[in-house]
């Protein structure tokens, strides 16, 4: 286990991320105070511009005493979840938005349910739809994540600006982790225990499980698309099926992914499912002598042609094709490449990202 260190430390290019919630959550959805409803005393900033959206408004869901997911339908590109836990005296928060409007309604939903101003943010992941809204929380609130997220974020800048320039992000000023770990590392939120784990590199290089044990809930962040395709293009294929292996032995009853609906520890047999295909579709197609984008277009999804973004196929096989190839896991691959890929998997057009 690694005790807390203040870095301040300076590579991948760039990024993006993604049955029924268990009975004992409880979804509080937004009602009459909206998106347009004033700003908590005390945030100087005032009220997020109003804004017409293709997708419904993020939302509440209770998961234990102290402890809320927010859930952003449709868990598409960068409408990522985020959550908090409180006791009433600290708040801290597990990832913010993609956009500065939706990181204030995040602060907002905190607010209105009674919970002080937040403390601590953790970064489950460098990538922009979970960090680019940091700076609403700080400098009030310290930023916690792996010692990599840091080092990602700082290196890829303003990311999703690179990705999707048409999209109103607000006022982005890139806040990075000011407090690092590299292994393991506990908080405390009053006598709630939250325990930060690195799976070691899955979906980035700078992954953090947030388990709570006493509540059995975990943030398993982009480890988990519920409803989405898996994404390892920034990360490794082995990892992840590593980091599944961790994230079973936590035992986890409530699993908030961090990409749709929460869910139980069954959403992670279809993961892996997901996983070892595009492994076998990799090892198939590259002894064929087919380019990642070949074997893509020619691959029958099968039961996963339910996922969205089924375009990330093309990315996940860059990736396993160099982990074929020897690279070692998490190495910057081509952002030109995999993203035009996906492009071309997606109609020949951009995906979507309606944060």
Request: glycine share 10%; with cysteine.
């Amino acid at each position: 286990m690694d005790d807390a260190t203040a870095r301040h430390t300076a590579a991948q290019n760039p990024a993006a991320q993604h049955p029924a919630a268990p009975p004992a959550a409880a979804a509080t959805r937004p009602g009459a105070a909206g998106p347009d409803a004033p700003e908590p005393p005390g945030d100087p900033a005032g009220p997020p511009p109003a804004t017409d959206s293709p997708v419904p408004e993020p939302y509440l869901t209770e998961l234990a005493a102290g402890v809320h997911a927010f859930i952003q339908p449709d868990g598409g590109w960068c409408l990522n979840n985020a959550g908090f836990v409180t006791d009433g005296d600290a708040t801290l928060v597990v990832d913010t938005a993609a956009t500065e409007r939706r990181a204030r309604l995040l602060r907002r939903r905190i607010a209105e349910t009674g919970a002080p101003a937040p403390r601590t943010v953790v970064n489950t992941h460098h990538h922009g739809d979970h960090t680019y809204g940091n700076g609403v929380f700080a400098p009030e609130a310290t930023i916690v994540g792996h010692a990599s997220c840091r080092r990602e974020l700082l290196a890829a800048g303003h990311q999703l600006h690179a990705v999707w320039p048409e999209v109103a992000y607000g006022d982005i000023r890139l806040t990075p982790p000011e407090v690092t770990y590299t292994d393991e590392l506990t908080l405390h939120v009053g006598d709630t225990e939250v325990r930060l784990i690195h799976p070691g590199v899955s979906h980035t290089t700078g992954d953090t499980i947030v388990w709570l044990p006493r509540e059995r809930i975990v943030f398993a962040g982009d480890l988990v698309f519920h409803g989405g395709t898996p994404f390892v293009f920034m990360g490794s294929l082995t990892g992840s099926l590593r980091a599944l292996r961790t994230l079973r032995a936590l035992d986890a009853v409530t699993v908030v992914p961090g990409h749709g609906p929460v869910t139980g520890p069954e959403v992670y047999d279809g993961i892996e499912r997901y996983l070892r295909f595009v492994g076998r579709l990799a090892e198939e197609g590259r002894a064929a002598g087919r380019t990642p984008l070949e074997t893509a277009q020619e691959a029958d999804l099968g039961p996963f042609a339910e996922l969205a973004e089924s375009e990330r196929l093309v990315a996940n096989l860059h990736r396993a094709y160099a982990e074929l190839g020897g690279a070692a896991p998490g190495v910057p691959l081509d952002p030109m490449a995999g993203f035009g890929d996906m492009a071309t998997m997606n109609g020949g057009v951009p995906m979507a990202c309606h944060a």
